[in-house]
């Protein structure tokens, strides 16, 4: 999931100001999880906002697991509130900005509607976990290390980044000299690598890790998914859950 905070109320107002009549819109998905874009994430938003005397002209509010960045499900939201969308100032995304752009391309191509937009919330990337605690587990390289650091990522474990080792100031107790609290991540992947009995892994030289992959932005084509399919499998949870 892309974890994610809500910026200062203070920075929200500087982006709007100037501007009277505001569409808020969220996500079903990360922003949801982490209480940054959902639906009362966003009815209080608005609350805050019109006691600073903005006019809260459209809400939208997506659905849980309905996620702003896959527009064959977001824009039928976005079509449903165009005349509000259309006679707005600005719209507030609380989402991250990956949903943010997805949804500023989509309507300024699709729809043909250009507004300003502005970001709620700050994005603190991939992190795993839950319900209440999560940490950042993955830093989307592409070209994924996991096979051979026994599941460890030294990229975002370790605070430098280091692929190749330790660095020298690993403490003797195996923490990290950044942040004593922590451990060192290849310590942690040496200690994973012997109870899977593979430490003569660390003894293979392998290439240096591709980082053109990362060049930025990345795109992607893949096989469009038959929706409807999907989310009558949704529903089977749905309905085992008692829902």
């Known amino acids: 999931m ?13 982006y ?7 569409v808020l819109m969220g ?22 906002l019109t006691k600073e005397g903005k006019v809260v002209t459209g809400k939208i509010g997506l659905p849980f ?8 499900m977001s824009s039928m939201f976005l079509k449903e509130h165009e005349k509000e969308i259309e006679e ?13 752009q997805v949804v500023r391309a989509y309507l300024d191509e699709e729809m043909g509607i250009v507004k300003p937009m ?22 989307a390289c592409g070209e994924c290390e996991l096979g051979r650091m026994a599941g460890i990522c030294p990229l ?7 692929l190749n080792g330790p660095c020298g100031g690993t403490n003797t107790d195996g923490k990290c000299e950044l942040d004593p609290t922590r451990d060192c991540a290849w310590v942690m992947i040496y200690k994973r690598l012997e109870k899977l009995g593979q430490l003569s ?15 930025r932005p990345r795109s992607l084509e893949v096989e469009p998914i038959d929706l409807m399919e999907k989310l009558k499998e949704t529903k089977k949870v749905i309905e085992h859950l008692g829902v």
Request: hydrophobic share 35%; with cysteine; glycine share 14%.
């Open 2 to 14: 892309n974890a994610q905070v809500q910026k200062p109320f203070e920075e929200i107002l500087g």
């Open 16 to 22: 709007l100001e100037g501007k009277k009549r505001i």
């Open 27 to 48: 996500c079903g998905g990360c922003a949801t999880v982490f209480h940054t874009g959902g639906i009362e994430d966003i009815d209080e938003m608005a609350k805050r």
């Open 65 to 72: 697991a309905v996620f702003a960045c896959y527009l064959p």
């Open 88 to 100: 707005c100032d600005a719209i507030l995304m609380q989402s991250c900005g990956d949903g943010a």
């Open 118 to 139: 502005y970001p709620a919330n700050n994005a603190l990337g991939f992190s795993g976990g839950g319900p209440a605690s999560f940490r950042e587990e993955c830093q």
């Open 156 to 162: 975002v474990q370790c605070p430098k980044g280091l």
């Open 201 to 215: 892994e660390l003894e293979e030289i392998v290439g240096p890790h591709d980082w053109s992959k990362q060049v």
